[in-house]
């Protein structure tokens, strides 16, 4: 029997990290509508499009707001210039909560970081992304004894922060290790770089091996860590397919070689998200190192298991940050004390209200409401995802491989 709390009696989260400003004009369709993007980017054409979309984007706003929704007391540490598009980026966190800018970093004499997102009809979208202040965010913009009494602190998307990646991670292992050494429960997200750039070609094994004894939690996607922990089948399987979507090449097999190394690095839980073909959840075999993850240690059932849960049957209006909420759901189904099972059904479940709408996180209900669909019997998708010597769940729809298989 898992045991449930009130989410407001939990204890503080922190989410640290990149936060931007997304900015999305309304491209409008065309009788003959551009069939790429090199078409409608004419030199000297004017476009006429509509009105623009602003939110923020990145780790921080979309999972910090999703977890606020959801009902935890969430503190953000974001790092944005004193411009223009700061405030507008303050703002935003205030309507969304009034007391959820009070953490931001506003660094005099930066610029704050920007996406304008280029999504014509029918056309694969194409991001123009300025890091902005999130190059300059560094241990030291974490005051340590803010992290006292904290029960998670999460931070997301290092690929996209320059500190972070140079010197093979050196500033992500100092501000992992100072977190972990405050006592609470330490979970990392990724994004996954452009191949071309400076963070593309980090030796991100290396900086894995130097940040998981840090971590807990890690919950990268699958693209992310394939290309990672194995960049040369990332390069292969990327030029066999012609795009760099790769979720059609995971299976159990695959999933089980990945998570069996990040967890030889030193984390204690890995969730591998699948976009929509759900979340994959390897865990330690060790009890010692599932009591030392802190203040949001579960107990020994967590221990040596192996699950996989499909996502749940929803009309998609939009996959922004879908990602992002689905670590929400996880985490807090983690800090309520849930089951595994509890807890990955918590994580896709967040996910799937997520892409019901075109936004990142106005589709997020309260915990109670999240649970009461779930109970419900929501409708899973059917899975094609290939996993030899696995067994279903009938009642809770979760497949699942015995530890030693």
């Given amino acids: 029997m898992s045991k449930r709390r ?10 640290a990290g990149h936060i931007c400003l997304d900015m999305i004009p309304a491209i409008r369709g065309a009788e003959a509508p551009a069939r790429s993007v090199g078409e409608l980017l004419v030199p000297g054409k004017l476009i006429d499009v509509g009105a623009a979309a602003l939110s923020t ?3 921080v706003s979309n999972t910090g707001i999703a977890l606020h929704r959801l009902g935890f007391p969430v503190t953000l540490m974001g790092k944005v210039g004193d411009d223009l598009i700061g405030g507008m980026i303050l703002s935003i966190l205030r309507d969304s909560g009034e007391m959820l800018a009070e953490g931001m970093i506003v660094a005099p004499g930066e610029s704050s970081s920007y996406t304008i997102v280029i999504n014509p009809p029918g056309v694969d979208r194409i991001f123009l992304h300025c890091t902005g202040a999130n190059d300059t965010f560094s241990a030291d913009d974490v005051p340590a004894e803010k992290l006292d009494g904290v029960r998670l602190f999460h931070y997301g998307y290092p690929p996209l922060m ?11 292992e100092r501000l992992l290790a100072l977190a972990k050494s405050r006592g609470p429960t330490v979970s990392l997200d990724l994004a ?3 191949p071309d750039s400076p963070a593309g070609r980090a030796d991100w094994r290396t900086i894995l091996r130097r940040a998981l ?5 890690f919950l990268p996607s699958f693209e992310e860590i394939l290309y990672m922990l194995q960049p040369q089948r990332y390069r292969e399987l990327s030029e066999r397919r012609g795009s760099a979507e790769l979720l059609a090449y995971a299976d159990g097999p695959l999933l089980a070689e990945l998570a069996e ?3 030889g690095m030193g984390t204690a839980v890995v969730a591998i998200k699948l976009g929509d073909r759900g979340l994959y959840v390897r865990t330690t075999g060790s009890a010692e190192r599932l009591r030392a993850m802190g203040p949001g240690a579960p107990d020994e059932s967590w221990q040596a298991r192996e699950l996989y849960a499909p996502c749940f049957r929803v009309e998609v209006e939009g996959t922004t940050g879908a990602g992002d909420c689905t670590i929400a759901g996880f985490l807090a189904g983690l800090l309520q004390g849930l089951t595994v099972e509890e807890t990955v059904l918590a994580a896709v479940g967040t996910g799937a209200f997520n892409v019901e709408r075109a936004d990142a996180v106005s589709g997020i209900p309260d915990w109670d409401g999240l649970q009461r669909r779930i109970a419900a019997g929501w409708p899973q998708r059917e899975t094609d995802l290939p996993l030899p010597g696995w067994s279903r769940e009938p009642a809770s ?3 699942f491989r015995e530890a030693g298989e």
């Fill in 57 to 59: 984007g990145g780790a």
């Fill in 192 to 194: 996954r770089p452009d």
């Fill in 213 to 217: 004894p840090y971590v807990d939690i």
């Fill in 397 to 399: 729809g979760i497949w």
């Fill in 261 to 263: 190394e990040l967890l």
């Fill in 162 to 172: 320059k500190r972070m990646y140079e010197e093979d991670g050196a500033e992500l």
């Fill in 6 to 15: 009130s989410p407001a009696a939990e204890g503080e989260v922190v989410v």
